[in-house]
């Protein structure tokens, strides 16, 4: 069972507007990963990082922001939300190590952004 | 050329039938692979992962890879409508390495 949650679910917010979708998990994964995703569309890595402090830009390029500050937290920020924005935003997380080869993303539920 | 490509779909099968998902892959040096299903509205979820080449069973599913060829399949026995649902190709190129998903192929078993 996956130990990763994304805050909130759900939400519509204005055109213009400061948002920032949190994501925790609590398996102690140095690595997570935020994708963006349109309905019926592919995948898209939009941030990265590999463990405290480490972020990297994704393969599409995004609006966004992230920070690590503490293992268990990637929280993405919009400063400026636009229509444009609108889309399902997953958080998922893997472990790092000896043996990690095979290891794993984890999702969490996503949040479905709405920007009106 | 896409990193990982998954052409084909979507596909429809008759139930009971088998499903053959393929994928390919442009890095060379790619050393796990993963297949997601994701279902209409969820996160996706891991169903399989394969390192070596050759055939990996769990169940109903069998993962195949083929470094040489660059490519990884998932083979679903005996396909009931639970199966219907989008699967994933995922690849990792190292274990440092970030994991890179194709767009997905859309499997319908009709029952």
């Known amino acids: 069972e996956a130990d990763i949650y994304q805050t909130p679910r759900y939400l519509v917010i204005g055109t213009g507007k400061k948002i920032t979708l949190e994501c925790s998990q609590t398996?102690?994964?140095?690595?997570m990963y935020w994708y963006q995703q349109d309905p019926g569309m592919e995948l898209h890595l939009i941030h990265y990082s590999y463990g405290v402090n480490s972020t990297e830009k994704g393969d599409l390029s995004s609006e966004s922001t992230v920070s690590r500050i503490r293992t268990e937290h990637f929280p993405l920020t919009l400063e400026s939300a636009r229509p444009s924005h609108t889309s399902q935003y997953l958080c998922?997380?893997?472990?790092?190590?000896?043996?990690?080869?095979?290891?794993?993303?984890?999702f969490g539920q996503g949040t479905r952004l709405t920007v009106v | 050329q896409k990193e990982v490509e998954q052409n084909s779909g979507p596909l429809s099968v008759p139930e009971g039938a088998i499903a053959s998902l393929n994928c390919t892959y442009s890095d060379r040096g790619s050393q796990s692979f993963f297949w997601y299903r994701q279902y209409s509205g969820k996160s996706p979820e891991l169903i399989m992962s394969?390192?070596?080449?050759g055939d990996k069973e769990d169940g109903r599913f069998t993962a195949q890879l083929n470094k040489a060829s660059q490519y990884v399949s998932l083979l679903i026995r005996d396909s009931q409508p639970s199966d219907s649902a989008t699967y994933l190709c995922a690849v990792r190129s190292g274990a440092n390495s970030k994991l890179t998903f194709g767009k997905g192929i859309t499997l319908s078993v009709r029952p």
């Open positions: 998922a997380s893997s472990d790092v190590g000896q043996g990690s080869i095979l290891a794993e993303a984890f």
């Open positions: 394969i390192y070596s080449n």
């Open positions: 398996m102690g994964h140095d690595k």
